[in-house]
């Protein structure tokens, strides 16, 4: 399923070379390559790379490990980080997009309510307001945290999208 925040803000980003981050089985990957863009997808798992693997020309697949993996600075118009939180990557996401270049980012969120936590350990959590934080170098067109059902997981969510001046 491609989330709200990515249907709601494909319009605005500019076509061109994107990267998925933690792209899993490649929805969002196959839902960009379909308007336009050439995909960088990257995962560490390789069977879930199998799953949508030569589905698209424009898509290519890459198994690495994130926290090892690095970013090519300016490389890319649009960036996608969807429920994944790997907070090494966070300067270089700025990096690698070029001027003008759109992120968005949504993951999980921690609640003071444990129910809300959906079972994640804190370290793959967001703090409220981090977001905003981490990437002030952009120009942030919307910020959100909100509840939601995350795969009928209860969850608090922060949903960013931000343009590269």
């Given amino acids: 399923m491609v989330p709200r925040i990515v249907r709601d803000y494909i319009d605005r980003a500019p076509v061109g070379r994107a990267l998925d981050i933690a792209c899993g089985t490649g929805a969002v990957s196959l839902f960009l390559a379909e308007r336009g863009y050439t995909v960088d997808a990257v995962d560490i798992s390789d069977v879930a790379l199998a799953a949508f693997s030569g589905r698209h020309a424009a898509i290519q697949a890459v198994c690495a490990d994130l ?33 003008g270049g759109m992120l968005l980012f949504e993951t999980f969120l921690k609640s003071r309510k444990k129910e809300l936590d959906g079972g994640f350990k804190k370290e793959y959590l967001l703090d409220e307001k981090e977001l905003p934080g981490a990437f002030a170098p952009l120009d942030i067109l919307y910020y959100e945290e909100s509840d939601s059902e995350c795969d009928q997981t209860p969850a608090r969510i922060a949903s960013l999208v931000g343009v590269k001046p």
């Avoid at 090892?68 to 700025?94: D, E, K, M």
């Fill in 67 to 99: 926290d090892t993996f690095h970013l090519a600075v300016n490389r890319y118009r649009l960036i996608t980080n969807i429920r994944y939180l790997n907070r090494r990557l966070f300067p270089q996401i700025i990096a690698a997009l070029q001027p």
